[in-house]
């Protein structure tokens, strides 16, 4: 449950990011940009270059990069997006 929790936390950040980068774009539009984005990471990890594994050799490229791929990440980050979205519909419904 850990590793799925921290990867569900992780897209979740990836949501609130690009919430910061575009504050007036919808609910929607963030979660197809965040799941996206954690889908591209998720199937770079199939990527191994000596350039790219170096930097996934540091802390901060594992935690932004990752490891290996799984295909049970795709649905932990598809349970974060789905989480944020629904965080900010409340949110956002309570504030108006």
């Known amino acids: 449950m850990t590793t799925f929790g921290g990867d569900a936390l992780w897209a979740m950040l990836i949501f609130w990011l690009a919430a910061l980068v575009r504050p007036s774009a919808s609910g929607r539009t963030l979660a197809i940009a965040a799941l ?7 199937c770079s990890q199939l990527v191994h270059t000596p350039w790219l594994d170096a930097v996934r050799a540091t802390r901060l490229g594992a935690l932004v990069l990752g490891q290996g791929f799984l295909w049970s990440d795709l649905v932990a980050y598809a349970v974060g997006v789905l989480a944020a979205t629904l965080i900010d519909a409340l949110w956002w419904s309570r504030r108006h």
């Open 36 to 42: 996206g984005i954690s889908i591209a990471v998720e």
